[in-house]
């Protein structure tokens, strides 16, 4: 059995996201959207706390395999692999060439910020060297909420039963 | 620059929302405390604000020097469990806005001051104070909630150019990234948000956001408007404090209750007070003894 072969905490994993795949009531679509942003990160839940699966570059298509009231699609990418995008991030395929340019210059620079997210900013650390701020305690808690991923938060919303509906089962 | 307790203690974002007491500093002043040319940021709605669309990375730096300005000065809690909780509780609530799929960072504050922050970008903080003055998580949760609709509605950023901050200086920050530019509009927002606090309306307007975005997330809406009448009940116990000529509390506590009995979403959804002592490391005891007298 493929599974034996699994590392327990992979095995988990797959069971956590099996759940909640299967939690929620799918709605199944046939419809394609287009990114519309410099990059999109397609990740492997619906949460922004879940890693990559892949990143998509502008104007990629992705076909919509299921939506949740959370603002979340499940897409499956050209290559065939299959995640999680924000709707804000992307819009419906044929509108590409008429409205290509409709996220503005700010939107498109918080996706490449949200892809990036590494450190302070440049400005915020000449900020710091000006008033002689000591930035270590930001950095701690920097740290701690990088240090956090996707599967200990989806547990963490099934335990409550809160978060995203999908997340906590009531599959809306 | 170091920030000046006693102004801290009638500034805040969430200043508005605690002033607390306890083994307690007494905190809290008013947003809306008049500090704040109101009529001016009425006046100033019908005007676009440019720092309102500041863009993403200039708005996170100005978020950072405002999470530097208060980590200098607090320091951060050194419980790895407790700032994972905020965070995870945090990242929960934010899941249900718009900006669900932008960075966030969330962080507790060492200081026994009641009071809770927000920087553009998505900077969350709330003390330890704060904290030991909740009963559940849905309290905890509320709190962020407000905190994040300030995010979300770009006070901090409308604050800057309420208080005069000229478009001018924003272009160039972004076109030229002027460091001294930069530097003096962090100055204005950190003197707003850790200082004056937000206007009274920016503060209704976080309270609105705060109660839809904690119900879309499962937690009973009512954790808010609980820690904020228990906060007022210790006010009016007669700790002597700023809130005493704060017009607002009452206000927002009455707001607060008409959302969500229109709603009709109070008293529904999850509380989780045995998870919440269970990371704060409060015992079961502790919390029911101060149950007691409480809202």
């Not at chain 1, 710091?128 to 305690?137: D, F, G, V």
């Not at chain 2, 500034?11 to 508005?16: D, E, R």
């Not at chain 2, 083994?23 to 940021?41: E, K, Y």
């Not at chain 2, 806005?97 to 009071?115: E, I, K, M, Y």
């Amino acid at each position: 059995m493929i599974g034996l072969r699994i590392p327990v905490t992979k095995r988990a994993r797959a069971a956590l996201l099996a759940a909640v795949i299967a939690s929620g009531a799918a709605i199944v679509v046939a419809e394609d959207l287009t990114v519309q942003r410099d990059q999109v990160d397609v990740r492997q839940g619906p949460g922004l706390l879940f890693d990559p699966v892949e990143t998509v570059g502008k104007s990629t298509r992705l076909q919509v395999l299921e939506r949740t009231d959370d603002g979340w699609i499940k897409v499956q990418m050209p290559d065939g692999k299959q995640g999680y995008v924000f709707g804000e991030s992307i819009k419906p395929a044929q509108t590409g060439g008429l409205f290509g340019g409709i996220t503005s210059d700010a939107e498109a620079s918080q996706m490449s910020t949200a892809a990036a997210s590494k450190g302070l900013e440049p400005e915020a650390e000449h900020y710091a060297r000006s008033k002689s701020y000591n930035k270590a305690s930001l950095d701690q808690v920097i740290a701690t909420n990088k240090s956090i991923k996707g599967q200990q938060w989806l547990k963490f919303c099934q335990d409550g039963k809160v978060g995203p509906a999908k997340l906590r089962g009531t599959g809306r | 620059m170091k920030i000046n307790t006693q102004r801290l203690l009638v500034g805040g974002s969430i200043v508005a929302m605690f002033g607390l007491m306890a083994t307690l500093p007494f905190n809290m002043g008013g947003c809306s405390a008049g500090n704040i040319n109101i009529a001016g940021m009425v006046n100033a709605g019908g005007k676009a604000f440019k720092a309102a669309t500041l863009d993403a990375r200039h708005e996170k730096a100005i978020g950072e020097s405002v999470s530097l300005a208060l980590t200098n000065d607090y320091g951060v809690t050194k419980s790895e469990q407790l700032s994972q909780y905020v965070v995870l509780v945090g990242q929960t609530v934010a899941s249900r806005t718009s900006r669900a799929d932008q960075p966030w960072v969330f962080g507790v504050l060492d200081t026994q001051t009641v009071n809770a922050f927000s920087g553009p970008g998505g900077y969350v903080w709330v003390t330890r104070g704060a904290i030991e003055q909740m009963q559940d998580e849905s309290e905890l949760a509320g709190v962020l909630a407000h905190e994040i609709g300030h995010v979300v509605k770009k006070h901090g950023l409308q604050a800057a150019q309420q208080a005069g901050f000229a478009d001018a200086a924003v272009t160039a920050i972004q076109s030229n990234n002027n460091l001294n530019e930069f530097n003096g509009l962090s100055d204005k927002v950190v003197d707003i948000i850790v200082k004056q606090g937000f206007t009274q309306p920016q503060e209704f307007e976080a309270d609105a956001e705060g109660v839809k975005y904690v119900a879309a997330a499962g937690y009973d809406p009512d954790g808010l408007l609980h820690f904020l009448q228990r906060i007022r009940q210790k006010q009016q116990l007669g700790v002597p404090n700023l809130l005493s000529t704060h017009p607002g509390l009452d206000e927002r506590i009455r707001r607060i209750s008409n959302q969500i009995s229109a709603a009709g979403t109070g008293g529904r959804g999850a509380t989780l007070r045995d998870r919440f002592n269970q990371y704060t490391g409060r015992a079961p005891q502790a919390a029911s003894a101060q149950e007691a007298g409480a809202p």
